[in-house]
DNA sequence: CAGCGGCGTTAGTGGTCGTTAACCTGGTGG
DNA sequence: CCACCAGGTTAACGACCACTAACGCCGCTG
């Protein structure tokens, strides 16, 4: 029943292996050998399916920053009853994110570390792609914390992705009983540390004496 | 009248640029030729003060980690006024952990990145260093939330570390309009999510229509 | 059956990189 | 004045690595 899963492409096969090396030992760190090593061909035989070693990591970037932000999109726009609720809308997003960072690890991983191996022309295209999450992401934020000025938000949506993307570290085996409170768990810290940015815009305030 | 600033050491110096290097363009990345010429001296030079490229990551992360857990251990043994006040040892901690982010971003950086770079005693000392900081937060958060497991602690301190670590991400200037507003925006956040994470702890509750 | 194109293989090549070797030099203490 | 040493230098070496060349096998189509 499931429409396109049963027979994985040899390209998808790489992709993969590559993904998963390139994030556990750096771009540099994993050579060409290696990444035909683990799909069961051996080196030069990646060249039938990608130019270089640098084309899988493009590959790889653009697709999951094109699918983030499609996803992104997607949710944005699908507005479930009709009623046009920011909150509803962000949360969507949080969750979306969530089910990413907790699927892709790898790719969540190369996503913001090998970004500068790149060349030129695909840096920028992975760039502009990330760009346009992050300003859906704000103009959200925007609208459900009226009082967060755009570039607060803007800072804002940065440290809730380091939050939610530092999920490849808690990797040890144990460290949560399951997938779902994981992803519970990061939801309220997410929502939790947009709200605090917004309530308290004192100096200081919101805690203290008031925290107890 | 700066106590100990005014002569940095060769060894400091070339410590500082390959920090800064290694950040930019990863360990493997970055060639010895490189950091020895960002100190003013060409490639094998180095070889008078480190025994080899590996010496000088091993013992930048070896020293941010013991900073990291030095500064934790202090700010969780001075009680300022000798009322037992875990919050204000969570606030503490926070703040330091800022503190760090915000003035040694490059060795923020490696300090996640490039630990498996390292050889097996090397790097067994480093994550000893790091386990030692994690628990500390995790001590100080489970006084102040009671409600949270031990395990869900340590996650939530995970996915702080990486909201904190966000930092260089938004080193685009123009970004905030300051470093004290930044520190300010990062400390809410943080103390937030922690809130956030400990308040609700039925399903999914805390949010939705009591969001507006 | 002939031809051919997708998909692998092994051998080789040019270049880079970490590290070592051998040598030089300016300041310093006896 | 001299020996020495900390701290440089350049040259060379060996390993590794991304990539290319040349070749082989197999399933398909006519």
Redesign the pocket.
């Known amino acids: 029943m499931s429409t396109q899963a049963p027979a994985p492409t ?1 390209r998808e096969q790489i992709l993969k292996e590559a993904a998963r090396l390139f994030a556990e030992r750096g771009f ?1 760190g ?4 290696e990444i ?1 090593a683990a799909v ?6 990646l ?3 990608f ?4 084309a899988m990591l493009a590959e790889l970037l653009v697709g999951i920053s094109g699918r983030l932000l499609a996803g992104g999109k997607r949710r944005a726009a699908e507005v479930p009853e009709g009623e046009r609720d920011p909150a509803a809308v962000l949360d969507s997003l949080v969750r979306g994110h969530i089910d990413f960072a907790l699927d892709d690890r790898p790719l969540i991983v190369l996503h913001d570390r090998e970004l500068d191996r790149l060349r030129d022309t695909d840096r920028k295209l992975v760039r502009s792609l990330q760009r346009q999450y992050v300003e859906l992401w704000v103009q959200v934020v925007c609208e459900v914390h009226p009082r967060l000025s755009e570039a607060e938000a803007r800072a804002c949506v940065h440290a809730v992705f380091g939050l939610l993307n530092s999920t490849p570290h808690l990797s040890r085996p144990g460290a949560l009983p399951g997938r779902a409170a994981t992803a519970e768990l990061l939801h309220r810290l997410a929502l939790g540390a947009f709200r605090a940015a917004a309530d308290g815009s004192g100096p200081a305030s919101g805690e203290g004496g008031g925290g107890v």
Chains 1, 2 share one sequence.
């Open positions: 040899r540099h994993v050579g060409v050998d035909g069961g061909i051996s080196g030069p035989g060249y039938r399916h130019a270089g070693k640098e």
